[in-house]
């Protein structure tokens, strides 16, 4: 029986990019579909006291989740896996800067009409013909809800819990990525499991 998996992301973290990459490494060696769902950091770091650097990327970071629920909304879930890897592809390993240009790019790359690039980009509070932000808050507080405001991206729900994480780097490949897969959902078999946690150091996102 496939055992489905909801991931939520937001497109700017490379955290979140490396667990995507996970999860579609154990769909090749376990009976696995990842359902992909957008949050967003910027929602998440509302009216919080950043640094100045920090805020300046929770405002670039609304244009990748308004447009990447306008590829949900338009073209349905599958596209929006695309559109992921696509966009995250461009931002991580490729190092694009995060603008509307590299935006559209993944749009094309995927199909998807560029012009939803500029919806998301104009898209302004009390926009009442295309309530983009009511859908991206949905799509968040769907995904972020049942695990707490105390943690970002990447999380998953398997089997009726929600976690955060893993945090991994690099991602597993083959049955490497099975097995670390396989612990993940016997820890969620479990309901009293909260966390397991320890510090990356100077470990950094390795993409290959």
């Known amino acids: 029986m496939t055992t489905d998996v909801d991931f939520w992301f937001d497109p ?8 995507s990459r996970w999860m579609l490494e154990v769909e090749k060696v ?9 949050m967003s950091l910027s929602v998440l770091n509302e009216g919080r ?16 989740v308004r447009t990447a629920i306008l590829v949900e909304k338009e073209h349905g879930q ?3 896996r695309e559109f992921y890897t696509a966009l995250g592809t461009r931002y991580h390993p490729q190092e694009e800067p995060q603008t509307i240009e590299t935006v559209k790019a993944a749009l094309s790359e995927v ?4 012009s939803l690039a500029d919806r998301a980009a104009a898209w302004q509070p ?3 013909s295309d309530d983009i932000d009511q859908a991206l808050r949905a799509s968040h507080h769907e995904g972020m809800d049942p695990v707490g405001d105390e943690v970002g991206t990447p999380v998953i729900h398997v089997n009726g819990l929600a976690l955060f994480g893993p ?7 083959g049955e490497q990525a099975g ?4 612990g993940f959902v016997k820890v969620t078999a479990y309901p009293g499991f909260f966390e397991l946690k320890r510090s990356r150091n100077d470990v950094h996102p390795i993409f290959d």
Do not use: N
Not at 111 to 114: L, N, P, R, W, Y
Not at 167 to 173: L, N, R
Not at 179 to 182: A, K, Q, R, S
């Open 78 to 80: 599958e596209k929006l």
């Open 111 to 114: 199909g998807a009409d560029e």
């Open 12 to 19: 700017l973290c490379p955290w979140a990019w490396m667990t």
């Open 167 to 173: 945090v991994i780097s690099p991602a597993p490949k």
């Open 179 to 182: 097995e670390l897969f396989d």
């Open 30 to 38: 376990r009976d696995v579909h990842t359902r992909f769902h957008v």
């Open 49 to 64: 006291d950043l640094p100045e650097g920090y805020q300046r990327t929770m405002e670039r970071g609304w244009l990748g």
């Open 126 to 128: 009390g926009d009442e």
